[in-house]
């Protein structure tokens, strides 16, 4: 079975009640729910994980590197813009990249318009909020 690990960086765990008019009112519960619902219906294993620390973070990123993880779909969020480390640990990993986030960083304050893991990530998606995970899902099992 094809396996995907879906990380979510720091903050993310607010999601819901976190600026809702940027980020929306769906918490990370739902969001992973639907698309854990969305991966079973296309027959493959998701293992979602949310951590504040860029430590916790790049640990499951070298774990996806060892137990047949196919793809990892990661929100960085804040790390994004800052974190060198977690772009090695992708740079480590073989499996297709996307990059998500929830608001249009583009739009937003000029530090975040730089993503280092830009620089490893296949694909990127940006400003669609939660429907930008379960597009970065779709072109996952597309292949
Ligand atoms: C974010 C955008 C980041 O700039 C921010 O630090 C986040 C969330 C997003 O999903 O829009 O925490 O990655």
């Known amino acids: ?5 879906v990380l ?13 008019e ?8 739902d969001i992973d729910n639907a698309l854990r ?7 493959w ?25 196919t793809a990892i779909i990661i929100n960085p969020a804040a790390y994004t813009h800052t974190s060198v480390a ?14 998500v986030h929830l608001s249009n960083v583009h739009q937003r304050e000029a530090f975040r318009h730089h993503s280092y893991v ?4 296949d694909g990127v998606i940006a400003g669609l909020g ?5 597009l970065a899902l779709e072109a996952v099992m597309a292949g």
Not at 37 to 43: L, M, P, V, Y
Not at 46 to 69: F, K, P, V, Y
Not at 86 to 99: C, R, S
Not at 118 to 121: D, I, N, P, T
């Open 1 to 5: 079975m094809s396996k995907v690990l």
């Open 8 to 20: 979510h960086g720091p903050n993310l765990n607010l999601l819901g009640t976190r600026q809702p």
């Open 22 to 29: 940027i980020y929306g009112r769906e918490t990370l519960e």
């Open 37 to 43: 619902e969305q991966a079973a219906r296309g027959g």
């Open 45 to 69: 294993e998701m293992l979602c994980r949310q951590s504040n620390h860029e430590g916790e973070l790049i640990d499951a990123i070298h774990a996806a590197r060892l137990d047949g993880t």
């Open 86 to 99: 977690i772009l090695d640990a992708l740079n480590a990993f073989d499996g297709k990249v996307i990059e």
């Open 118 to 121: 830009s620089l490893r990530a």
């Open 130 to 134: 939660s429907q930008g995970y379960r």
